[in-house]
């Protein structure tokens, strides 16, 4: 008697996903199938429970470890008869890289949420700050225009080198090396400072507040100057006061 040795076969037998979830499904020939889940090999995963079916679905236990990633190998067998075959599979399940939450403009006096676009006045400088990262690898990336960073892999670091009014862009990432990264994209603008050098205070709705362009962090202190003038001028507003220069 003669009998035929069945032949499963596999699109791969080396399986990595970034998921948690896996259902593996052999090309199968004529035979009786029969996994075998190797325990002393697997790493964070939950045991198979069905073992005798074509498909096996296999989970990683991602919520019990802080690892980057799971393992499990099996071995998968076709029976007929008094023959059979058989195949080792090795599958790597990987955590994507955790989302990105605030990036923040850091200065001695606060730590300041921005989102896609920042803007930065007078200095040609700023540092920055993301939140710590406990999976994956940040990445600070110049993607175009004038600037540097004064470290590329840390959560903390500084912009530096931009132009006056030239839009330069950056991208943070968080990438574990294997799965799609976490990415943001910000477009930084350097703008030069701008304070009025007078105001008219007569609740007209033109003019009334003074105030400059451009204060992020900085301290400015105004010195302000009342300068006498006639009553019939138009420095005076319902008998007061209201002609002023900053020196």
Avoid at 42 to 52: I, Q, R
Wanted: hydrophobic letters at 35%.
């Amino acid at each position: 008697m003669v009998f035929t040795t069945p032949h499963p076969s596999f699109t791969t037998k080396f399986i990595e996903v970034c998921d948690s979830m896996l259902t593996i499904s052999p090309v199968p020939s004529f035979g009786l199938p029969q996994w075998q889940f190797l325990n002393s090999l697997a790493k964070n995963m939950f045991v198979p429970l069905n073992l005798t079916n074509f498909n096996i679905d296999l989970k990683a236990d991602f919520t019990s470890n802080n690892d980057f990633n799971s393992e499990a190998t099996l071995v998968y067998q076709e029976y007929k008869a008094n023959c059979n075959s058989s195949d080792t599979i090795h599958a790597i399940f990987y955590k994507n890289p955790q989302a990105i939450g605030n990036l923040y403009r850091v200065s001695q006096q606060s730590i300041v949420p921005f989102s896609d676009t920042l803007v930065i006045f007078i200095s040609d400088n700023q540092d920055l700050r993301a939140e710590p990262v406990s999976l994956g690898f940040p990445l600070w990336t110049i993607t175009s225009g004038p600037a540097q960073f004064s470290s590329t892999t840390t959560i903390d670091t500084k912009i530096s080198g931009l132009d006056l009014d030239s839009p330069s862009s950056f991208e943070y990432t968080i990438s574990n090396g294997v799965c799609p990264p976490s990415i943001r994209t910000v477009t930084a603008i350097r703008k030069d400072f701008f304070i009025y050098d007078g105001f008219s205070p007569n609740d007209d709705g033109i003019n009334d507040v003074l105030y400059a362009q451009g204060l992020y962090d900085e301290e400015i202190q105004f010195n302000f100057r009342f300068i006498p003038v006639p009553e019939v001028s138009s420095g005076r507003f319902q008998g007061k006061m209201s002609a002023i220069l900053i020196s």
